[in-house]
C-alpha cells in the first residue's frame, strides 16, 4: 500500500511541479519583461452596431517570453497582481498606449483607445493622478482614453474603488464594466458606480445565434442597460447571425472576431483605412 501511494505520488508530482515552475519563472521574468521590450500592445476594434462606424479600439497586452513563448494575458496579469508587479505593467502600458493615440492623431486618426484595468489598479490611490500626468504628457483629452473595469474588481471593495472612479470620472474619462454577468453584482449595485458602460461577457455571446437562454438574458441585460442610462458593447461577436440578433437588440456597440481579431500595431491603420472604404 505504501508503495501504492508512492507510485502515485511520482507519476502526480512532475506535472505540478512543473505548473509551479512556470509560474515562478514568469512572476520573476515579469520586470524584465517590461525593460526588455517584451511587452506589445494589440488592438481589437469596437464598432458601432447600427452604422457600422469604427467607434474605438480596446488595448490588449502580450508577452513573448524568451524561453516560454507567448504567454497568455489571462495568466501573466494574474502572476503580476499576486506578486506585485502590476503597477509597473499597467504603468507601462498606459504611457505605451497614450504614446500611441498621440502618434495615430498625428498620422490624422485620432483614435479612443479602452484599457484594461486590474482590481488592484482601481484600488490603488494614486491611480488618478497617474493618468492625468500621461493625459497631460501627450497632450490627450480624457475622452480619448478608456477604462475598462472588471464586474469583479469593481464590487470587490467598492468604497475603495468609488473614490478613484469619481475622480477619474470628474477628469473627464469614460469608464466601462468589463466581463458584466460573470461576477455576483446586480446592476442596481454597479449604477451607484459612476461607470456609463456596459460590456456583456463574451461566454453570453459567443452562442447567442443558438441559445435561447443567452438571448434572453442578453436582451433583457441591454433594455435594463439603456433605462439606467448606460450604452451596452458585446464582446465575443464571431457570426453574422450574432451580430444580427445583437442589432436587433438594440445592442449600441460590437466587438469580436467577425469584426476583427485583436491587429499588431502595424496593421491598425491600413484596418481602419480599408474597413471604411
Ligand atoms: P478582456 O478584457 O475581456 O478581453 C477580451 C478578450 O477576448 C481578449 O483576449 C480578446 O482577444 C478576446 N476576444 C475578442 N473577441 C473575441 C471573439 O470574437 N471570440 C473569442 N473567443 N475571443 C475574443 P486576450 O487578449 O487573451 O485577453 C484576455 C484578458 O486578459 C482580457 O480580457 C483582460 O482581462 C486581460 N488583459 C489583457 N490585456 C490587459 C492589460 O493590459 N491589463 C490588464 N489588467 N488586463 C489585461
Ligand atoms: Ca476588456
Ligand atoms: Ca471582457
Ligand atoms: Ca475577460
Not at 474605438?56 to 503580476?80: C, K, N, S, Y
Not at 470620472?169 to 455576483?184: F, K, M, N, P, S
Not at 437588440?249 to 467577425?258: I, R
Request: with cysteine; hydrophobic share 40%; net charge negative.
Amino acid at each position: 500500500r505504501a508503495r501504492h501511494e508512492r507510485t502515485r505520488h511520482v507519476r502526480y508530482e512532475p506535472g505540478q511541479d512543473e505548473q509551479h515552475q512556470r509560474r515562478l519563472m514568469l512572476a520573476r521574468d515579469l520586470g524584465a519583461a517590461v525593460e526588455q521590450d517584451q511587452l506589445t500592445m494589440v488592438y481589437q476594434p469596437k464598432v458601432m452596431a447600427a452604422s457600422g462606424e469604427v467607434m474605438g479600439l480596446e488595448a490588449l497586452m502580450r508577452w513573448q517570453h524568451p524561453t516560454f513563448g507567448f504567454v497568455p494575458p489571462d495568466e501573466f496579469i494574474a502572476l503580476a497582481e499576486q506578486s506585485g508587479r502590476i503597477t509597473l505593467l499597467t504603468q507601462w502600458m498606459l504611457r505605451t498606449v497614450c504614446r500611441q493615440i498621440d502618434q495615430w492623431a498625428q498620422q490624422g486618426e485620432p483614435l479612443c483607445v479602452a484599457v484594461n484595468l486590474s482590481a488592484h489598479d482601481v484600488m490603488d490611490a494614486t491611480l488618478p493622478e497617474r493618468i492625468h500626468l500621461l493625459l497631460q504628457d501627450y497632450q490627450l483629452g480624457p475622452e480619448r482614453l478608456r477604462l475598462e473595469v472588471t464586474e469583479s474588481a469593481l464590487i470587490q471593495d467598492p468604497t475603495l474603488a468609488q473614490g478613484n472612479l469619481i475622480a477619474l470620472r470628474e477628469a473627464g474619462l469614460h469608464i466601462a464594466v468589463d466581463d458584466y454577468g460573470t461576477g455576483y453584482s446586480s446592476l442596481a449595485q454597479l449604477k451607484r458606480l459612476p461607470v456609463q458602460e456596459l460590456k456583456i461577457d463574451k461566454s453570453f455571446i459567443l452562442k447567442l445565434d443558438n441559445d435561447q437562454e443567452d438571448r434572453i438574458i442578453v436582451h433583457s441585460t441591454i433594455e435594463l442597460a439603456h433605462n439606467l442610462g448606460l450604452s451596452v458593447v458585446a464582446e465575443g461577436v464571431e457570426t453574422e447571425a450574432s451580430r444580427l440578433l445583437l442589432m436587433s437588440m438594440g445592442c449600441d456597440v460590437l466587438q469580436g472576431y467577425l469584426i476583427s481579431r485583436p491587429l499588431p500595431l502595424a496593421q491598425v491603420i491600413d484596418w481602419i483605412r480599408q474597413y471604411r472604404e
